[in-house]
């Protein structure tokens, strides 16, 4: 409750580390060794929503970054996961609801793992092959390649999200973007980025049918979300693209995305912002349609406001007839 730092939670049930120089590492604390094995496992991350941005460059959360903080002189040949949990939970102030996105029975490779000036003389990248189960559903393929020499961080990633029942995903997009999915099917999401600290370019495609969503809004009574009927309408009438291809068999939509990152943001988020900088235009949420959208809920505004002016207009007529039919009651002869 006080603090304002993000909460890390971490439950390993065997490491276990090969062929570890112990000499070296007791003599001089280098930490070498040809592998090490991680088993069954959770791995937990709270964004807190009282964090308060410092100034400092989170370019230190960047994998490239982090490996120099580990240790001043470390070589690991490759560093394999097993059966790792991945969740992230963030909590909305809008909605005041929780949201978590999980990455479940989570399967990696990472090769030339290491700050040593020799080894990376003649290897500075790093790369990885991470298969995962996006919300414990969708397959989930990534590989990574970080160059860890680059003073600018670069590195890239491209993978593939497979078939996937879009409302599986309603426990994170509902408490943090407001919106539900009630219908839609993802056949594949590919993703080929290339990004270091400043930005990210690549394209991004999503292949999809059936897509509707209702658009939400935080129910004050009950202290849950209910859905905007006309916003929906109007949403799933003139916004979203239902399905990508249009028509079957035609050209499916590819977007290109440029991405900035700005120094607040960590690692993984500049990940997701970048391909949701691609998802949205692809199912139609681009800034036009925004605006649209903005423009619409304005003028449902306005006509409300009229409605109300309208009506204290009516009920002030109705009053003042009402009066004037009183005073002329009061001022007419009375009646012998």
Same mark, same amino acid.
């Given at each position: 409750?006080?603090?304002?730092?993000?909460?890390?939670?971490? +439950?390993?049930?065997?490491?276990?580390?090969?062929? /570890?120089?112990?000499?070296?590492?007791?003599?001089? %604390?280098?930490?070498?060794?040809?592998?090490?094995?991680?088993?069954?496992?959770?791995?937990?991350? !709270?964004?807190?929503?009282?964090?308060?941005?410092?100034?400092?460059?989170?370019?230190?959360? !960047?994998?490239?970054?982090?490996?120099?903080? #580990? =240790?001043?002189?470390?070589?690991?040949?490759?560093?394999?996961?097993?059966? #790792?949990?991945?969740?992230?939970?963030?909590? =909305?102030?809008?909605?005041?609801?929780?949201?978590?996105?999980? /990455?479940?029975?989570?399967?990696?490779?990472?090769?030339?793992?290491? =700050?040593?000036?020799?080894?990376?003389?003649?290897?500075?990248?790093?790369?990885? &092959?991470?298969?995962?189960?996006?919300?414990?559903?969708?397959?989930?393929?990534?590989?990574?390649? /970080?160059?860890?020499?680059? @003073?600018?961080?670069?590195?890239?990633?491209?993978? %593939?999200?497979?078939?996937?029942?879009?409302?599986?995903?309603?426990?994170?997009?509902?408490?943090?973007?407001?919106?539900?999915?009630?219908?839609?099917?993802?056949?594949?999401?590919?993703?080929? #980025? +290339?990004?270091?600290?400043?930005?990210?370019?690549?394209?991004?495609?999503?292949?999809?049918?059936?897509?509707?969503?209702?658009?939400?809004?935080?129910?004050?009574? !009950?202290?849950?979300?209910?859905?905007?009927?006309?916003?929906?309408?109007?949403?799933?009438? /003139?916004?979203?693209? +239902?399905?990508?291809?249009?028509? $079957?068999?035609?050209? $499916?939509?590819? #977007?290109?995305?440029?991405?900035?990152?700005?120094? &607040?943001?960590? !690692?993984?988020?500049?990940?997701?912002?970048?391909?949701?900088?691609?998802?949205? $235009?692809?199912?139609?949420?681009?800034?036009?349609?925004?605006?649209?959208?903005?423009?619409?809920?304005? &003028?449902?505004?306005?006509?409300?406001?009229?409605?109300?002016?309208?009506?204290?207009?009516?009920?002030?007529?109705?009053? @003042?007839?009402?009066?004037? %039919? @009183? @005073?002329?009651?009061?001022?007419?002869? $009375?009646?012998?």
């Amino acid at each position: 409750n006080k603090s304002r730092h993000d909460r890390f939670s971490m +439950h390993i049930d065997s490491m276990q580390v090969k062929n /570890f120089d112990y000499v070296n590492y007791h003599k001089y %604390r280098i930490l070498n060794a040809s592998g090490l094995l991680i088993n069954n496992g959770t791995m937990q991350v !709270f964004c807190n929503p009282k964090h308060l941005y410092n100034g400092a460059d989170q370019v230190s959360s !960047f994998p490239n970054t982090a490996i120099y903080q #580990i =240790n001043d002189n470390m070589n690991i040949g490759s560093i394999i996961l097993n059966h #790792i949990n991945v969740i992230y939970s963030e909590y =909305n102030a809008k909605s005041k609801q929780t949201g978590s996105v999980t /990455f479940n029975n989570t399967e990696g490779r990472f090769l030339n793992v290491t =700050n040593n000036k020799t080894a990376l003389q003649k290897n500075n990248a790093c790369t990885a &092959e991470i298969t995962s189960y996006f919300m414990n559903r969708g397959k989930l393929n990534v590989k990574f390649n /970080f160059n860890l020499t680059d @003073e600018n961080k670069a590195f890239s990633y491209k993978g %593939r999200l497979g078939p996937l029942n879009l409302q599986y995903i309603n426990p994170v997009v509902m408490p943090l973007a407001m919106v539900k999915i009630t219908s839609g099917n993802i056949d594949a999401f590919d993703f080929d #980025i +290339h990004a270091d600290r400043a930005s990210a370019r690549g394209r991004v495609s999503a292949l999809y049918d059936n897509l509707k969503i209702s658009i939400l809004k935080v129910d004050t009574v !009950f202290y849950d979300l209910k859905q905007r009927p006309i916003a929906t309408l109007y949403a799933n009438l /003139f916004i979203v693209k +239902h399905n990508n291809p249009d028509i $079957p068999g035609g050209q $499916p939509r590819s #977007i290109y995305v440029n991405y900035s990152r700005t120094p &607040e943001t960590p !690692f993984f988020k500049s990940i997701w912002q970048t391909l949701l900088s691609g998802i949205k $235009p692809c199912i139609g949420l681009d800034k036009k349609a925004k605006d649209a959208a903005i423009a619409m809920q304005n &003028e449902l505004a306005a006509n409300d406001q009229n409605r109300k002016i309208k009506k204290e207009q009516r009920l002030q007529r109705r009053a @003042e007839r009402h009066k004037k %039919r @009183e @005073e002329e009651k009061s001022d007419a002869p $009375p009646v012998e």
